[in-house]
């Protein structure tokens, strides 16, 4: 990924309504020398005015959730799929859930809001919060086929389009379950008569017992209403807000209730820096915790940005004193009011407001446009051979605080200013030593850090080799050396996390910089010479087991294809690229393995044509049993590929393949990035192998057998 040279970090917080709007206005007018990164959570952000229909049924989850890593490749934002636990403003750093730390120029705060449970004591078994919203549909998914009492605390506009949501999904359903809707008040307070009047109306259309002016609690570890004991074993609850655990381990000046307190420009009361929209913000005069006025707030927040990264003068957002409420009813119904003048309801306005609706999905979605990059600064310019090294001092920064796993036999490592690492080597030993390095297919250094350090060490796996030492090799885009250093400390972190889980030690290594970022590792392992495992020596008989599922490389092409990248599909990916290979190869161990290789560049077909080779043997594999990553298929079906992929299709020639569809044959030669292992083991041994994997927790695939060589057949690999 190839990005324009920055001077300064803007991180977002938060993929809410502010945010995902104000990331395609800055990338419509791109900030020259700007690096804008979102830090989320969820690869899916939930759009609040569909929750209700999803419940219902009436959409699908892709209908009404922002897919972020798709906007963020649309936008040329930076993604890091993660929660933030803590923010600095004095250090401008944050802390991720991870325990790694992301430092920032700007900061942008759409957080959203968390449940104010005090009144149940801080929560309960039987109580589901709506809040946060974009994981709502997960903790759904618990209850949604129950069919035992349930009751909807908060009788607000989201309470009451939630109960009518559930009725319809139980009329679907054909589900029984007594529903109630339950108000410290009254039904719909601040709406006006007619609109109470209408929605209570299809409230008891669907049997919905509605109890206002009650009061939910905890007594004694149970749940009562106005000291009756609560008649319901599911408890949703819709009221009361208070802000996130994040801001309340922040050093941001917040209100009573933990919201981040702004002025009228949204900036931080305490931290000019520092902005903050939607619900996570506590304007000069209170506003609804309501997604109209996050929406109105995304352009005075992307205004506002610009203009303070470049010292220009700030708007002050003015939020609307009356906007268009639409309110769903359950069934495709809805009820429409403005102020206290306007009223109508019926499916007429249902189909009104899902096209509202869906025009504002849309914007995520086929109306994403191609983003320009940020203008390059003309003066800047980049020198080659040694002049292309990363500077000392960004260098020394990033590198202060690693702690690389410690050996005795390392005489001279990072820790030393020496030239080249000094390493004792055990008698009767061999070194393993391998080299890999390639460009980063994503822009978040600390998960490419850990992806590159796990696919250089799995060829010391796949050799039956204990990870010893290995030297770095790192080109860091052409930013400032500020952004660089952040950068390397990030990549390196993620790289020595799974370099020391493995017990292999960073002992140096190389920084340039370049167009894009890239990294890789010269790893050097430990191997009795007679256990070392080889491609050569597989055996007539032999049955072949594969421990990942493919299909890595489509899904990496895809995030080049913004219009087909599905940000779930690859959220699964990048899962299965931090399984390390350590397990299977350990799970191996003291079993009869006759060839071993890992699955990465040339593909499937491509690494076992290797194996072919080298032992002097055919194959049969059951494509029906090789696994495939979610959406493998479909991508290929509609036309995306690896860029090697057609020199991968080129061993074909030595296969037969036997009326297998043509999308199966390009994921068998889809090249792997941190793929799996594949073990050639007599069949004697197969069940203990399986055995072993099983206790291990390693899924593994048996995907053929090997087969004695016929020469007068061409083919050494039959796909059946």
């Given at each position: 990924m190839i990005t324009p040279s920055a001077n300064h970090d803007l991180v977002l917080i938060g993929g809410g309504h502010s945010h995902a709007l104000a990331l395609r206005m800055l990338a419509m007018k791109p900030l020259p020398g700007v690096r804008i990164t979102l830090v989320s959570p969820d690869a899916l952000s939930a759009y609040s005015g569909m929750l209700p229909g999803l419940i219902a049924g009436h959409y699908r989850l892709t209908d009404t959730h922002v897919d972020l890593y798709r906007l963020c490749i649309a936008t040329g934002t930076r993604f890091i799929r993660a929660a933030v636990t803590r923010i600095c403003s004095a250090e401008r750093r944050l802390t991720l859930e991870d325990g790694s730390t992301l430092e920032y120029d700007w900061l942008s705060l759409d957080v959203g809001a968390t449940p104010d449970l005090q009144p149940v004591g801080g929560g309960h078994p039987d109580i589901v919060p709506v809040k946060p919203v974009a994981s709502f549909h997960q903790r759904w998914q618990q209850w949604r086929d129950k069919d035992s009492p349930l009751a909807v605390v908060g009788a607000g506009a989201g309470g009451t389009e939630m109960v009518l949501a559930i009725a319809e999904h139980q009329r679907r359903e054909g589900l029984s379950a007594p529903l109630s809707l339950i108000s410290g008040g009254i039904l719909l307070p601040g709406y006006p008569e007619p609109v109470r009047r209408r929605m209570r109306s299809y409230l008891d259309d669907y049997g919905i017992r509605v109890r206002e002016h009650t009061r939910v609690e905890k007594q004694h570890d149970r749940l009562f209403a106005n000291d009756a004991p609560l008649d319901a074993s599911r408890v949703l609850w819709c009221t009361g807000v208070r802000g996130t655990p994040v801001i309340a381990n922040s050093d941001l000046e917040c209100d009573d209730q933990g919201f981040v307190r702004v002025h009228a420009t949204l900036q931080s009361r305490s931290d000019s820096r520092v902005f903050a929209a939607g619900d996570c913000a506590a304007f000069p005069d209170s506003l609804p915790k309501a997604g109209v006025y996050a929406v109105r707030q995304a352009k005075v927040l992307a205004h506002n940005l610009s203009a303070a990264i470049a010292g220009q003068p700030l708007q002050h957002y003015r939020p609307q004193k009356h906007f268009l409420s639409l309110l769903s009813a359950g069934g495709k119904q809805a009820v429409a009011s403005r102020g206290g003048a306007l009223f109508a309801s019926g499916g007429w306005v249902w189909r009104w407001k899902d096209r509202i609706d869906r025009a504002f999905m849309d914007k995520f979605d086929r109306q994403l446009p191609a983003m320009a990059p940020a203008p390059a600064d003309p003066d800047t310019r980049h020198c080659a051979g040694c002049g292309a090294k990363v500077g000392s001092d960004a260098l020394q920064d990033a590198l202060r605080d690693l702690q690389p796993h410690v050996r005795d036999d390392i005489e001279a490592g990072v820790d030393t200013a020496d030239d080249a690492a000094i390493i004792q080597w055990a008698d009767n030993k061999r070194l393993v030593q391998s080299l890999d390095f390639f460009p980063a297919f994503i822009?978040?250094?600390?998960?490419?850090?850990?992806?590159?350090?796990?696919?250089?060490?799995?060829?010391?796996?796949?050799?039956?080799?204990?990870?010893?030492?290995?030297?770095?090799?790192?080109?860091?885009?052409?930013?400032?050396?500020?952004?660089?250093?952040?950068?390397?400390?990030?990549?390196?972190?993620?790289?020595?996390?799974?370099?020391?889980?493995?017990?292999?030690?960073?002992?140096?290594?190389?920084?340039?910089?370049?167009?894009?970022?890239?990294?890789?590792?010269?790893?050097?392992?430990?191997?009795?010479?007679?256990?070392?495992?080889?491609?050569?020596?597989?055996?007539?008989?032999?049955?072949?087991?594969?421990?990942?599922?493919?299909?890595?490389?489509?899904?990496?092409?895809?995030?080049?294809?913004?219009?087909?990248?599905?940000?779930?599909?690859?959220?699964?990916?990048?899962?299965?690229?931090?399984?390390?290979?350590?397990?299977?190869?350990?799970?191996?161990?003291?079993?009869?393995?006759?060839?071993?290789?890992?699955?990465?560049?040339?593909?499937?077909?491509?690494?076992?044509?290797?194996?072919?080779?080298?032992?002097?043997?055919?194959?049969?594999?059951?494509?029906?049993?090789?696994?495939?990553?979610?959406?493998?298929?479909?991508?290929?079906?509609?036309?995306?590929?690896?860029?090697?992929?057609?020199?991968?299709?080129?061993?074909?020639?030595?296969?037969?393949?036997?009326?297998?569809?043509?999308?199966?044959?390009?994921?068998?030669?889809?090249?792997?990035?941190?793929?799996?292992?594949?073990?050639?083991?007599?069949?004697?041994?197969?069940?203990?192998?399986?055995?072993?994997?099983?206790?291990?927790?390693?899924?593994?695939?048996?995907?053929?057998?090997?087969?004695?060589?016929?020469?007068?057949?061409?083919?050494?690999?039959?796909?059946?």
């Open positions: 822009d978040e250094p600390f998960l490419f850090g850990r992806v590159a350090a796990l696919h250089s060490l799995s060829d010391l796996y796949a050799m039956n080799a204990t990870p010893h030492s290995a030297l770095a090799n790192v080109t860091l885009p052409w930013h400032h050396p500020k952004l660089q250093g952040r950068d390397l400390q990030r990549l390196m972190a993620g790289a020595v996390q799974e370099l020391n889980a493995a017990g292999c030690t960073l002992v140096g290594g190389h920084t340039i910089e370049g167009p894009q970022m890239a990294a890789g590792f010269t790893v050097n392992g430990l191997g009795d010479p007679q256990q070392l495992w080889h491609k050569g020596g597989a055996r007539p008989g032999d049955r072949l087991l594969l421990t990942k599922p493919l299909g890595s490389g489509v899904h990496l092409a895809a995030m080049m294809q913004t219009g087909k990248l599905h940000g779930p599909w690859l959220d699964t990916t990048l899962t299965h690229l931090l399984v390390s290979n350590r397990l299977a190869q350990q799970a191996m161990q003291d079993l009869p393995v006759h060839a071993c290789t890992d699955i990465t560049g040339f593909g499937l077909l491509g690494h076992l044509h290797e194996i072919c080779q080298q032992s002097d043997v055919a194959m049969v594999i059951d494509t029906d049993k090789v696994s495939l990553l979610p959406g493998t298929l479909s991508l290929i079906e509609n036309g995306v590929t690896s860029t090697l992929n057609d020199a991968n299709r080129q061993v074909l020639m030595h296969c037969h393949a036997q009326h297998i569809a043509d999308a199966m044959l390009t994921a068998l030669c889809d090249p792997q990035t941190a793929g799996g292992l594949l073990f050639s083991i007599p069949e004697t041994d197969l069940e203990h192998a399986l055995a072993r994997f099983r206790e291990a927790r390693v899924k593994v695939m048996e995907i053929g057998k090997v087969l004695v060589k016929n020469d007068a057949f061409s083919a050494a690999i039959l796909l059946r």
